[in-house]
């Protein structure tokens, strides 16, 4: 099984940017589709961004041209670019990965506390 690592959040001002990190061990990163989510206390798990083995990406519509994902295969790593953040944008920023294609995301990481101030 994928264990995930998220880095990189923290506070920030609006139209700030930040930029987190996921670290991946165990498996074939490179086939894996990796995603980020994000989640507000009581509220559902949202998707944000995914990068998929074939170097194609998709967005959620709030995110797209302010939010970039990248991939890094040889260093396992996946990135999440934020630009002009927003206070709705503050959440818990979820790594995960859907380790078999088709088929759901089915591990991921801690979260890492993103909190946008106005």
């Known amino acids: 099984q994928v264990q995930l690592v998220e880095s990189g959040g923290g506070l920030v001002q609006a139209w700030g940017s930040l930029r987190l990190s996921c670290a991946a061990s165990?498996?074939?990163?490179?086939?894996?589709?990796m995603g980020w989510f994000r989640q507000a206390p009581g509220k559902v798990r949202e998707f944000v961004a995914a990068s998929w083995s074939g170097s194609s990406t998709s967005y959620a519509d709030s995110v797209k041209r302010r939010f970039t994902i990248s991939r890094d295969n040889a260093k396992n790593t996946v990135y999440l670019q934020m630009y002009s953040l927003k206070p709705e944008d503050t959440d818990v920023y979820y790594c995960?990965?859907?380790?078999?294609?088709?088929?759901?995301?089915?591990?991921w990481g801690q979260g890492t506390q993103d909190t946008v101030s106005s």
């Open positions: 165990g498996g074939t990163f490179s086939s894996y589709g």
């Open positions: 995960e990965a859907k380790t078999k294609i088709p088929g759901p995301f089915d591990s």
